[in-house]
């Protein structure tokens, strides 16, 4: 790390942003003048289709704070702000924010305040969801308390993203955490350090679309489940003590039937529920045990999180 990098560095991961990433970056700089530390921010364009990386780099020639990170292809967005962080040069702390303002930058001032007074982790809570379905909202409160009963002793802090502050350690630290399935909020809590939550109201998205979609929400629920808690492959082990249980209780049913009333050839729907109950459990269970082994699999690869294509720092060439 070189001697004249700055305090503070700003990262953000953006996929088709080319309309708002100017918007977006007045409205940073507007934030961060009055903060009173030197700061960058690194631009991670991940693989976009539109013209993001050619709008990145006019801002860089324009403003020497910006460093541009362009990713070789579309990684996802928490491989991009993987990306971010590994590049990131801010020598104290570095905050992390959405490109398509629904984190407003104006809350990175009071992020910096809690980060003062000694706090290793600022992050920004939700107040209200602007802009968003019902539905939406109902699922992501779903899924913050599966989170919460499998999570074990991390916990996760509901109605938050990854708009966060985090100082040089708490950086450190989380860059130790290589894996290829990177569920950041649950990265993000593993680490631990002194945290602290700032509110703020979460807008609407100002231009372009979500890239969401409620497979792509079923998927990372996945993820975040699979790659954080094992608890799923225990319910198969409850699943079978269950269902033999069960069928212990039926075959003591059907013996004393048999002696008291003889044996009626009868039973060939309840036969087939059973059979048909125990194989749809046990190709749960299978695929439950494929989630994680596809897991184990990707790992063992020991691939790269992400390759660049392009890295110019910030401060001049
Ligand atoms: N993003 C990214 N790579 C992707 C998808 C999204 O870098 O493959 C960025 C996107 O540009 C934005 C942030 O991640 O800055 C959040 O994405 P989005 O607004 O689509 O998600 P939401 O706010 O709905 O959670
Ligand atoms: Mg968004």
């Known amino acids: 790390m070189s001697a004249n990098a700055p305090a503070l560095s700003i990262v953000v991961p953006a996929y088709n942003e080319q309309e708002v990433l100017p918007e977006f970056h007045r409205r940073l700089a507007g934030a961060l003048a009055e903060v009173g530390l030197s700061w960058e ?6 693989g976009s289709r539109d013209t993001t990386l050619q709008v990145m ?9 910006v460093a541009v990170v362009n990713l070789s292809r579309n990684f996802g967005k928490e491989i991009a702000l993987t990306a971010g962080l590994d590049h990131a040069r801010g020598s104290e702390a570095v905050v992390v924010i959405d490109a398509d303002l629904q984190d407003p930058p104006e809350v990175i001032p009071q992020l910096i305040a809690a980060w003062r007074q000694g706090f290793d982790v600022a992050y920004a809570q939700r107040n209200t969801r602007q802009g968003e379905s019902w539905a939406k909202k109902l699922t992501a409160a779903a899924f913050y ?5 499998v999570g074990g002793k991390v916990d996760l802090p509901p109605d938050t993203g990854d708009f966060r502050l ?6 450190d630290a989380l860059l130790q955490l290589r894996e290829q399935h990177r569920f950041m909020k649950g990265l993000f809590a593993w680490i631990g350090f002194p945290a602290i939550a700032v509110r703020y109201d979460r807008a609407p998205r100002a231009a372009g679309t979500t890239k969401w979609n409620y497979w792509k929400l079923w998927n990372f629920s996945l993820e975040g489940i699979t790659s954080f808690t094992g608890a799923p492959l225990k319910v198969g082990t ?6 033999a249980l069960g069928a212990l209780v039926y075959l003591a ?8 009333f003889g044996n009626p050839v009868a039973g060939y729907p309840s036969l087939l529920a059973a059979v048909l109950f125990l194989g749809g459990v046990q190709m749960m269970m299978l695929g439950i045990i494929g989630e994680y082994l596809g897991r184990v699999f990707n790992e063992t690869k020991g691939r790269p999180l992400y390759l660049i294509e392009r890295h110019i720092p910030s401060g001049g060439r």
């Open 253 to 260: 049913q059907l013996i004393v039937r048999t002696v008291l």
């Open 57 to 65: 780099l006019g801002l860089q020639a324009q403003d020497s704070r």
């Open 145 to 149: 308390r599966v989170m919460q009963h």
């Open 166 to 171: 985090l100082s040089r350690r708490a950086v």
């Open 41 to 46: 921010v690194c631009y991670v364009n991940d």
């Open 238 to 243: 409850y699943a079978g003590l269950l269902t």
